[in-house]
């Protein structure tokens, strides 16, 4: 069934606020079998929503409508649906209940304005809000579905996920849809779909592969449509594997969990602890660490080493390395390292220094080159990167690098 998103709302349009709303609802239809085919977001203006709605139906199963159910004078979503299905409105009782029990809750009397919102299209199917003031509203043009939600956030995402997707699984059988998501890292997109073209080229009709980048990491998406839920399931994790025989040294993980949730699973289940010591990324790598619930368990401490005072002086990094190779280098980001380590007395460290611009590259060491180490009490890991000359971009690649080189180096102790 072909199912569109519309999102309503100025904010949007003017760069005020992101559309989070579209991405939760594409989320949230995909993964229960409904395929989204088009979003799109309008601003505060009822002849454009009429005409959107105009050339949706039946077009699309399914059309989800977020925003302009509020209150106020500028929630015009309402006066929209009056044009488009030439509807009257009623007063209805359960909502006007609900509206004047949340107004209630919070010490709040009845307005004209929040009793008008109890006035719902008659013969249209009524989803109570549980978080707000403005219902659900389920009506049909034509062979098309219409689903109309607040644009709060929190108030739609609820309705969603309690109400409508419910209503909608109880009254339509989908195809199963599932999802594979497998980590990469290490290998540019055009690099890596080259080596997976043939192995592409043979997934079955049903299969689709995207690419999903970010800086320092790629992510494919193996995704399919199938009745047999189970075979569906079987066929994709066939594929997994000869996805893992085609790119072993590139490909980290196979499911959603970051690089850091998966270096905080590895500690955890040892025992084991982490510091970082970092000069460009600037402490990014220790933040990523700690963003995982629990890291206090296994991460002990970061510096961040900026300048060569502070690499001298908190690292142990000797002014004999510093002039002879520079900051940039291998034997500094290793002394890093292992400093560091000493410093918090863990099991693991990594280190990074690099020049992340647009300024200070030169020849012989120009902006984007990254020395990263990562180091148990055994070995040291090094590898120096060129990455590129953007300043955010090169601190994200070295971050997520600097991240599976930990990874990869825990993993050597089994």
Known sequence: MKTEIITIGDEMLIGQIADTNARFMASELSANGFEVNRITSLGDKESDIVGCLEETAGRSS???????????????????????????????????ERIRDYLLERGYDLTRL???????????????????????????????????????????????????????????????????NIVTQGLPEAYLAEKLKDWQGKLPENLSLAYLPTPGI????????????????????E????????????????????????IGELLVSRGETVATAESCTGGSIASRIVSVSGSSGYFTGSVVAYSNAVKMQMLGVSQKT?????????????????????????????????????????????????????????????????????????????????????????????
């Open 62 to 96: 399914f059309v989800f409508v977020t925003g302009g159910l509020g209150p106020t004078e500028d929630d015009i979503t309402r006066q929209a649906i009056t044009r488009f299905f030439e509807c009257s409105w009623e007063e209805n009782h359960d909502v006007l």
């Open 114 to 180: 929040n009793r008008d919102q109890a006035k719902t299209p008659v013969g249209s199917k009524i989803f109570i809000n549980p978080t707000g003031t403005a219902p659900g509203i389920w009506m049909k043009k034509k062979s098309t579905h219409y689903v109309f939600m607040p644009g709060v956030p929190f108030e739609m995402r609820r309705l969603m996920r309690e109400s409508i997707v419910p209503e909608l699984k109880h009254t339509f059988i989908q195809k199963s849809y599932q999802h594979k």
């Open 218 to 237: 790629i992510k494919l998406r193996l995704s399919g449509r199938d009745d047999d839920a189970e075979l569906l399931e079987k066929i994709l994790n």
């Open 239 to 262: 594929k997994i594997e000869e996805l893992k025989n085609i790119i072993p040294d590139y490909l980290v993980h196979v499911g959603d969990e970051s690089l850091e949730e998966l």
């Open 322 to 414: 510093l002039d002879h190779y520079g900051a940039v280098s291998q034997g500094v980001v290793e002394e890093m390292v292992s400093g560091v380590m000493n410093l918090y007395n863990t099991d693991y460290a990594v280190s990074v220094s690099g020049i992340a611009g647009p300024t200070g590259g030169t020849k012989e060491k120009p902006v984007g080159l990254t020395w990263i180490a990562a180091a148990n009490r055994k070995e040291i890991m090094t590898r120096n990167f060129l990455f590129g000359s953007n300043r955010a971009v090169n601190i994200e690649k070295a971050t997520n690098t600097a991240l599976n080189m930990l990874r990869q180096m825990i993993l050597k102790a089994d």
